[in-house]
């Protein structure tokens, strides 16, 4: 049965990725937004949903180290495994207006999270403040968009809903087969664990944490496929901020977070923090994420997982 889970789960992830990019693409057309903020926004948020579903249940359940954990494994993996598996299939090229403000806010998050294991969990004042960074990010956003004139080169015709309404239909009906695509898989896969006792942290952030990572994984390659960079790159950070901002903070608010002793390292924390800067590091040089580039992110997340391995069994 998990394996039957496992498996419709990837066919649902695949089916939603394609209509979701089709239909956000048509809306960014038809609305005149740009793709990078519709990336950020809808995108960004809709492949995060399974994020917050299964953290707030995981809190709202008593299971702290799966919640945290699976935003962590999935930011990890946000930028390790998708952005560079995006990246080998065709250079990312990357926006340097508003890239800035991007690795500010997603570098505060990253950071963050680390402070959160050294001190042990999430208290509410400290959900406050992610909730707080969370509004001033998406105010920022928008606001900035809104101001500049989008070139018209980067609205390309795309086969796709010609009506805003339909273009709306076909994002929201693939974020739904995403989510319910994300919801199958992790429910096979931490059945599978559980049974092999694995503990809750080491679940939370490699089979949940990947897992819920496995819509924006969906949306992101099928965007670098169809060469959309704006799209893939700016999902990946729209992403890492709802999870690690407004995902997080709205949990612990309800919930305050406490970890339990040894379930997480400050290691996890620090592999966070380098990929941020990795990432923007590279999309600072020649405005783009080389393939090469990507094969090193893929190669440090291969690193990782082993270490994770080696800590589950020790």
């Known amino acids: ?45 809709g492949t995060s949903m399974p994020e917050f579903v299964a953290t707030f249940g995981a809190a709202a359940k008593g299971s702290p180290d799966i919640a945290f954990g699976n935003v962590l494994g999935s930011n990890i993996s946000n930028i390790l495994m998708i952005l560079g598996a995006a990246t080998l299939i065709a250079p990312i090229a990357t926006r340097m207006h508003g890239l800035a403000r991007d690795a500010i806010f997603v570098s505060f998050g990253s950071i963050a999270a680390l402070y959160w294991i050294y001190t042990g969990g999430i208290p509410q004042v400290g959900a406050f403040v992610l909730i707080a960074a969370f509004t001033l990010y998406m105010f920022l956003t928008i606001r900035a968009d809104m101001a500049d004139a989008i070139d018209d080169s980067e609205m ?6 010609q009506s805003v309404l339909l273009s709306l239909l076909f994002a929201v009906g693939g974020i739904v087969l995403l989510m319910a695509g994300a919801e199958s898989l992790i429910r096979g896969a931490s059945s599978i664990a559980r049974g092999l006792g694995v503990s809750e942290a080491i679940i939370g952030i490699t089979i949940v944490g990947i897992g819920t990572s496995l819509p924006e994984a969906t949306a992101s390659i ?15 950070v729209g992403s ?21 002793a040894g379930g997480f390292s400050l290691i996890d924390g620090v592999v966070l923090c380098l990929a941020t800067a990795a990432m923007f590091g590279f999309a600072l040089t020649h405005k783009k994420i080389m393939r090469w580039e990507g094969a090193v992110l893929l190669l440090a997340y291969a690193a990782y997982l082993g270490w994770l391995i080696l800590r589950a069994v020790g």
Do not use: H, Q
Not at 4 to 33: D, W
Not at 222 to 236: D, G, H, P, Q, V
């Open 1 to 45: 049965m998990s394996v039957v889970l496992i498996l419709l789960g990837l066919a649902l992830l695949v089916g939603g990725g394609e209509i979701l990019v089709r239909g956000s693409v048509a809306l960014a057309t038809r609305l005149g937004m740009s793709k990078a903020l519709i990336g950020v926004t809808l995108i960004g948020f």
């Open 156 to 161: 390309d015709d795309v086969k796709a809903p």
């Open 222 to 236: 099928i965007a670098s496929l169809k060469k959309e960079n704006a799209l893939a790159f700016a999902n990946i």
């Open 240 to 260: 890492n901020i709802f999870n690690g901002l407004g995902i997080l903070g709205v949990t612990a608010a309800v919930y305050p977070l406490r970890f339990g």
